[in-house]
């Protein structure tokens, strides 16, 4: 999309999705929408998307048709909610609601193939997949529950899936509770997942795996992991599938004494940097990344431009990190340099309620 005004020269801009949590508030809309220009880094206009209930915890898109699914809580399904809507630029229209399938949904996404979209409920340790039709509405549900606790008593009383990921016809599941990453095969016929025993790659004992990314060539795979801020660089057995330890950098400087969980992590569109947020500490730690190892190495950590940077998101070209900060109600960006990694001062800040989720929109 080009934005421009008579006598000016066009800018290439995205239109931008914005996820909020607007719980006890009469006017919140869950879902916010605003062009991005990628020459200077500026939002436009915030204006309302779509009315989500109390949240809009995560946002994704179909791979290939223009639709919009989201999480949260809503007023049909006050414990946990998928919606998809059709997207026409910045409007969006709702054409199916359903249950998350489990209590507290903070994360979904759609496989490559489009045919199956993932949920995962924190609060009840519940996993749900639900087929997609070709029109990219949600057909019916499968969900799975998986059992057992961690050593940290407050965050790990049980299984906390916090993140769904496909890479092929698997399905990666972060499970917090239970220091684990599962892996489930998907059927090749119904697209079920096969819940018997899954694959599980474990964490350090108390680490909290929460979110995941893929190296560009899908050897490799990253995770943040909340309660010990850390990232985990993990490589794939080629025989088995299995995800193997490399190593596990620290996500904050050297000394540094704080309060801290991560939450975000993000891999550089040119597959040479690493990114991953902290809360607390309220910066992004950025590494380099070995494309042959697949290792890390910290280069910076610099600060979000806001206050708990639950989320982010880098824009297509690479050139922006957009930061959503749930505690300063404020989206900022922040200029990538593309052949260093490193990241400048906040560019542009806007204000809206809690903002939990970015999505440049395609």
């Given at each position: 999309m080009l934005l421009h005004t008579p006598g000016e020269s066009a800018h290439t801009a995205f239109s931008i999705a914005i996820g909020t949590a607007v719980e006890g508030e009469s006017d919140g809309w869950g879902i916010l929408c605003s062009s991005f220009d990628i020459e200077t880094g500026c939002f436009g206009e915030v204006t309302p998307a779509a009315k989500f209930g109390s949240s809009a915890t995560f946002l994704c898109q179909h791979p290939s048709l223009p639709m919009l699914y989201a999480v949260g809580r809503s007023d049909n399904y006050p414990l946990g909610a998928l919606a998809a809507f059709t997207l026409d630029g910045?409007?969006?229209k709702l054409v199916a609601e359903a249950s998350s399938g489990g209590s507290t949904p903070c994360h979904l996404c759609v496989n490559e193939a489009a045919t199956v979209l993932a949920v995962a409920n924190y609060d009840d340790g519940t996993v749900s997949t639900l087929s997609l039709r070709r029109d990219g509405v949600p057909s019916f549900a499968f969900a799975t529950r998986t059992i057992g606790k961690g050593p940290n008593r407050e965050r790990q009383d049980g299984s906390h899936p916090h993140g769904v990921y496909f890479r092929g016809d698997i399905l990666h599941v972060p499970d917090l509770g239970l220091d684990k990453v599962h892996q489930w095969q998907l059927d090749a016929v119904s697209g079920k997942p096969d819940w018997g025993s899954p694959s599980s790659w474990h964490s350090a004992a108390g680490s909290g795996p929460?979110?995941?990314?893929?190296?560009?060539?899908?050897?490799?795979?990253?995770?943040?992991n909340e309660l010990d801020s850390t990232v985990s660089a993990l490589k794939y057995e080629e025989v088995s599938g299995g995800l193997v330890l490399l190593d596990c950098v620290s996500t904050l400087p050297e000394g540094v004494n704080v309060s801290n969980t991560t939450a975000e992590i993000a891999i550089h569109p040119n597959g040479t940097f690493l990114y991953a947020s902290n809360r607390g500490h309220d910066s992004i730690a950025v590494f380099s990344r070995d494309e042959i190892s697949g290792r890390l190495r910290r280069i910076l950590v610099a600060p979000a431009g806001g206050k708990n940077p639950r989320h982010f998101a880098i824009s297509p070209d690479g050139g922006w990190l957009v930061c959503a900060h749930q505690d300063s109600s404020t989206v900022a960006t922040l200029p990538l340099d593309a052949r260093s990694g490193m990241i400048g001062e906040p560019r542009t800040t806007i204000h809206?309620?809690?903002?939990?989720?970015?999505?440049?929109?395609?």
């Amino acid at each position: 999309m080009l934005l421009h005004t008579p006598g000016e020269s066009a800018h290439t801009a995205f239109s931008i999705a914005i996820g909020t949590a607007v719980e006890g508030e009469s006017d919140g809309w869950g879902i916010l929408c605003s062009s991005f220009d990628i020459e200077t880094g500026c939002f436009g206009e915030v204006t309302p998307a779509a009315k989500f209930g109390s949240s809009a915890t995560f946002l994704c898109q179909h791979p290939s048709l223009p639709m919009l699914y989201a999480v949260g809580r809503s007023d049909n399904y006050p414990l946990g909610a998928l919606a998809a809507f059709t997207l026409d630029g910045c409007t969006l229209k709702l054409v199916a609601e359903a249950s998350s399938g489990g209590s507290t949904p903070c994360h979904l996404c759609v496989n490559e193939a489009a045919t199956v979209l993932a949920v995962a409920n924190y609060d009840d340790g519940t996993v749900s997949t639900l087929s997609l039709r070709r029109d990219g509405v949600p057909s019916f549900a499968f969900a799975t529950r998986t059992i057992g606790k961690g050593p940290n008593r407050e965050r790990q009383d049980g299984s906390h899936p916090h993140g769904v990921y496909f890479r092929g016809d698997i399905l990666h599941v972060p499970d917090l509770g239970l220091d684990k990453v599962h892996q489930w095969q998907l059927d090749a016929v119904s697209g079920k997942p096969d819940w018997g025993s899954p694959s599980s790659w474990h964490s350090a004992a108390g680490s909290g795996p929460r979110h995941m990314a893929f190296s560009p060539n899908g050897r490799h795979a990253y995770v943040v992991n909340e309660l010990d801020s850390t990232v985990s660089a993990l490589k794939y057995e080629e025989v088995s599938g299995g995800l193997v330890l490399l190593d596990c950098v620290s996500t904050l400087p050297e000394g540094v004494n704080v309060s801290n969980t991560t939450a975000e992590i993000a891999i550089h569109p040119n597959g040479t940097f690493l990114y991953a947020s902290n809360r607390g500490h309220d910066s992004i730690a950025v590494f380099s990344r070995d494309e042959i190892s697949g290792r890390l190495r910290r280069i910076l950590v610099a600060p979000a431009g806001g206050k708990n940077p639950r989320h982010f998101a880098i824009s297509p070209d690479g050139g922006w990190l957009v930061c959503a900060h749930q505690d300063s109600s404020t989206v900022a960006t922040l200029p990538l340099d593309a052949r260093s990694g490193m990241i400048g001062e906040p560019r542009t800040t806007i204000h809206c309620p809690h903002p939990i989720c970015v999505l440049f929109l395609r």
